[in-house]
């Protein structure tokens, strides 16, 4: 099975720097997704890491860790656009498309 | 990217009813993945649908509850068979492609909102 951990809430102001971080415990790791979920909406895809390191896309960045289990998403300059649920999601195997998800974490920004 | 659309995009539906969902997406992948997501929480792996096999069902899930079917490369649909309130939920069919920097991306469709009375 797969544990997949991340804080349930958290906030921030406008302009700020937030970090969110995920911890799983999987079997046969293959990736890291990051997915933005406005609500009522699909998600949206952030990031996908593979190897370790930091992949940095702008506003947002995305670092994987695969000998500590763990990765985590940075927000920076943050807009009251990015009130959202950040999910983490691992693939396993050889079917990539196969994602198991985190419960999620709710980001508020305030102004 | 992958455009994918859904229908119905919601419905309200009585206990003990089928619903249909169907899924499309606008160019030909191998597998397409259909996912729960619940009320308040996060998204759950139903099934993976090969095109031409039977599809590939996570631990708690049935065919007998959610037949699946893949006629072809584009197309899928989800039947939530036998309906309880407990059922209720939004479900979202993915498929993940490589661009053209050959990197892995996973693209959902807007989901069905199902309501179940």
């Known amino acids: 099975g797969q544990n997949i951990d991340q804080p349930t809430e958290m906030t921030a102001t406008e302009g700020a720097i937030v970090q969110i971080n995920c911890t799983y415990q999987?079997?046969?790791?293959?990736?890291l997704f990051w997915y933005q979920q406005h609500a009522g909406e699909a998600p949206t895809f952030l990031s996908y890491n593979v190897l370790d390191g930091l992949e940095e896309k702008g506003r947002f960045s995305s670092f994987l860790s695969r000998s500590k289990g763990y990765s985590y998403l940075l927000l920076k300059e943050l807009q009251m656009k990015d009130s959202a649920s950040y999910l983490c999601a691992v693939t396993r195997g050889s079917t990539l498309g196969r994602l198991y998800f985190g419960r999620g974490t709710q980001l508020t920004v305030w102004p | 990217s992958a455009v994918i659309s859904q229908k119905p995009s919601r419905d309200i539906c009585q206990r003990g009813t089928s619903l249909t969902i169907q899924c499309q997406v606008d160019s030909q992948v191998t597998m397409m993945f259909w996912y729960r997501q619940q009320p308040g929480q996060s998204l759950t792996l139903i099934a993976t649908?090969?095109?031409?096999?039977?599809?590939?069902?996570e631990s708690g899930f049935v065919i007998d509850k959610f037949p699946i079917s893949r006629p072809n490369l584009t197309f899928s649909t989800l039947t939530v068979s036998n309906m309880s309130p407990e059922d209720s939920s939004i479900y979202l069919c993915?498929?993940?492609?490589?661009?053209?920097?050959?990197?892995?991306?996973?693209?959902f469709g807007p989901g069905t909102r199902l309501l179940v009375l």
């Open positions: 999987t079997s046969g790791f293959n990736g």
């Open positions: 649908a090969n095109q031409g096999s039977e599809a590939t069902y």
């Open positions: 993915s498929v993940d492609q490589i661009d053209r920097g050959f990197s892995e991306t996973q693209y």
